[in-house]
Nanobody, 120 residues
Framework: QVQLVESGGGLVQTGGSLRLSCVAS??????????MAWFRQAPRKDREFVVSISWRDSLANTGDSMKDRFTISRDNAENAVYLQMNELKPEDTAVYYC???????????WGQGTQVTVSS
């Protein structure tokens, strides 16, 4: 019943920007009780942590390679989390997934992903 649906991916040139959205439904607890995160996976690469936003205080934790370029935000009234990506690089090309962790525990719920392609 749980659904996390990502959108907003696409093709962008190096240096461009994209804003990804993730809308959750069917969660057994209120959306505000979940730490939300974005991960990404490039072809033939391992899944990589991008950024998370805490359920406690909305503080963000960003991976080193994305720091100062990617910003996460959330709207609990809309059960949504967003990823603003700026100054995109070809190395950012990947499928981007959102995930939910109840009370900041393990990420048990995942979306299907949205493709981001950055051309050189």
């Amino acid at each position: 019943q749980v659904q996390l649906v990502e959108s907003g991916g696409g093709l962008v040139q190096t240096g461009g920007s994209l804003r990804l959205s993730c809308v959750a439904s069917g969660l057994p607890f209120p959306f505000s009780a979940y730490t939300m995160a974005w991960f990404r996976q490039a072809p033939r690469k391992d899944r990589e942590f991008v950024v998370s936003i805490s359920w406690r205080d909305s503080l963000a934790n960003t991976g080193d390679s994305m720091k100062d370029r990617f910003t996460i935000s959330r709207d609990n009234a809309e059960n949504a989390v967003y990823l603003q990506m700026n100054e995109l690089k070809p190395e950012d090309t990947a499928v981007y997934y959102c995930a939910a962790a109840y009370l900041g525990s393990t990420f048990d719920d995942w979306g299907q992903g949205t493709q981001v392609t950055v051309s050189s």
